[in-house]
């Protein structure tokens, strides 16, 4: 692993740093969990997009700068010291595009890449199921092919921002009785206007309605929004998991800079004598630190032609844990006010600790829950037997 940059990557991180200190808004935007929060992250992604930021790393003819790995982890770590706003187009840049790079037709590349790097679609994951979460091989939402493309029926929940998108992407069962769990699933995106979908918020811990279930009843999906082949799904959807769980979700940048403002609070407000609370806030630098580590040996390796495969699960756990761990010391440090949310005026620096850690709290679950990735731990890296849940 080589931490020396090039002269074009000092070049390419100078000019993110000039462009996010003219252009990142002040102040904050409102949280793109609301209506009004949303709208104004759309936005954002437009001012992005209008300069090339809103997907650095896709070839240029869709929006991008065409960024190596390095490049897309420099730009990440200069839009988190810059206290940049929350991506809002996540889903669709960071999970659905690198399934249509790798699956997707040269038609669909074009359709639908531009419209998402400018933030004219934003994008919702529907993987998850109210019986089919982690365990994604077990979902019961159909597809059945129809003449021009397919009717979809089922149930979706746990759907990020579904609550305001504008379109989907997910699996379904397209094969009534495959040999295995994960065969005979079908990779396919659809409109959440479309004719037989409801969009139903789901109650949030915050309050906030961004997150939602759908409700699919005879839904037609014509044959140009399926990724990849009919039945083969699981393929799709497994190469798009890899990047989010290993390095796409969650890039090091941002527990990087949250790790920064938890120093500068313990600084601001710590008392030098509680050494204990003093050690968590080294050691969320500490974990911050390695998490950057182990990312730039990740991209190293897959620069070298490598893949995430397993692996991508110990760097899930990891950040997971860390994420919860540095917002549970900075609601310690606080104490009582660190925990009142960002409509309350005495909030310290806007709620935005208290709304950190209430995010946070999901880490271990989505994207795969903390005790799947371990089970892929120990049976694919360290070769102990599978689990009695197999």
């Given at each position: 692993?080589?931490?020396?940059?090039?002269?074009?990557?000092?070049?390419?991180?100078?000019?993110?740093?000039?462009?996010?200190?003219?252009?990142?808004?002040?102040?904050?935007?409102?949280?793109?969990?609301?209506?009004?929060?949303?709208?104004?992250?759309?936005?954002?992604?437009?001012?992005?997009?209008?300069?090339?930021?809103?997907?650095?790393?896709?070839?240029?003819?869709?929006?991008?700068?065409?960024?190596?790995?390095v490049e897309w982890l420099l730009?990440?770590?200069?839009?988190?010291?810059?206290?940049?706003?929350?991506?809002?187009?996540?889903?669709?840049?960071?999970?659905?595009?690198?399934?249509?790079?790798?699956?997707?037709?040269?038609?669909?590349?074009?359709?639908?890449?531009?419209?998402?790097?400018?933030?004219?679609?934003?994008?919702?994951?529907?993987?998850?199921?109210?019986?089919?979460?982690?365990?994604?091989?077990?979902?019961?939402?159909?597809?059945?092919?129809?003449?021009?493309?397919?009717?979809?029926?089922?149930?979706?929940?746990?759907?990020?921002?579904?609550?305001?998108?504008?379109?989907?992407?997910?699996?379904?069962?397209?094969?009534?009785?495959?040999?295995?769990?994960?065969?005979?699933?079908?990779?396919?995106?659809?409109?959440?206007?479309?004719?037989?979908?409801?969009?139903?918020?789901?109650?949030?811990?915050?309050?906030?309605?961004?997150?939602?279930?759908?409700?699919?009843?005879?839904?037609?999906?014509?044959?140009?929004?399926?990724?990849?082949?009919?039945?083969?799904?699981?393929?799709?959807a497994m190469d798009t998991a890899?990047?989010?769980?290993?390095?796409?979700?969650?890039?090091?940048?941002?527990?990087?800079?949250?790790?920064?403002?938890?120093?500068?609070?313990?600084?601001?407000?710590?008392?030098?004598?509680?050494?204990?609370?003093?050690?968590?806030?080294?050691?969320?630098?500490?974990?911050?630190?390695?998490?950057?580590?182990?990312?730039?040996?990740?991209?190293?390796?897959?620069?070298?032609?490598?893949?995430?495969?397993?692996?991508?699960?110990?760097?899930?756990?990891?950040?997971?844990?860390?994420?919860?761990?540095?917002?549970?010391?900075?609601?310690?440090?606080?104490?009582?006010?660190?925990?009142?949310?960002?409509?309350?005026?005495?909030?310290?620096?806007?709620?935005?600790?208290?709304?950190?850690?209430?995010?946070?709290?999901?880490?271990?679950?989505?994207?795969?829950?903390?005790?799947?990735?371990?089970?892929?731990?120990?049976?694919?890296?360290?070769?102990?037997?599978?689990?009695?849940?197999?």
């Amino acid at each position: 692993m080589d931490l020396d940059l090039s002269e074009a990557e000092r070049r390419f991180r100078a000019e993110a740093r000039a462009w996010l200190a003219a252009h990142v808004p002040r102040p904050a935007l409102p949280s793109l969990e609301t209506a009004e929060g949303f709208a104004a992250h759309r936005r954002w992604e437009r001012t992005l997009a209008a300069d090339r930021w809103s997907a650095v790393s896709w070839p240029e003819e869709y929006g991008g700068r065409a960024a190596s790995l390095v490049e897309w982890l420099l730009f990440e770590e200069e839009y988190h010291a810059a206290d940049a706003p929350g991506r809002v187009s996540q889903n669709g840049v960071a999970l659905l595009a690198p399934a249509l790079f790798a699956h997707g037709t040269p038609e669909q590349c074009a359709r639908l890449l531009p419209a998402t790097a400018r933030g004219d679609l934003i994008w919702s994951q529907a993987w998850s199921e109210p019986e089919a979460g982690s365990d994604l091989a077990s979902l019961r939402a159909t597809a059945r092919p129809v003449p021009g493309g397919w009717r979809l029926d089922g149930r979706k929940s746990w759907s990020s921002r579904a609550a305001f998108a504008d379109r989907a992407f997910g699996l379904f069962r397209s094969e009534r009785h495959p040999d295995r769990p994960h065969h005979g699933l079908t990779y396919l995106m659809f409109p959440l206007d479309a004719e037989g979908v409801t969009v139903r918020p789901i109650g949030r811990l915050d309050g906030k309605p961004a997150f939602a279930e759908l409700l699919l009843d005879d839904v037609f999906v014509p044959d140009h929004d399926v990724v990849g082949e009919p039945g083969r799904g699981w393929r799709v959807a497994m190469d798009t998991a890899g990047d989010e769980r290993g390095l796409t979700l969650r890039s090091p940048g941002r527990f990087g800079a949250a790790a920064s403002r938890l120093a500068r609070l313990w600084r601001e407000r710590g008392d030098p004598s509680d050494t204990a609370l003093r050690d968590r806030v080294a050691d969320a630098l500490i974990g911050a630190e390695a998490y950057r580590t182990h990312t730039w040996a990740t991209v190293s390796r897959l620069a070298e032609g490598g893949s995430p495969g397993a692996e991508a699960s110990l760097s899930k756990v990891f950040w997971s844990e860390l994420d919860l761990a540095l917002h549970e010391t900075a609601l310690d440090l606080l104490g009582p006010l660190g925990e009142l949310a960002d409509s309350a005026p005495e909030a310290p620096d806007g709620g935005r600790w208290a709304d950190g850690h209430t995010f946070a709290l999901a880490g271990p679950i989505y994207a795969g829950t903390n005790e799947i990735q371990r089970d892929i731990i120990a049976e694919r890296l360290l070769g102990l037997p599978r689990g009695r849940r197999r």
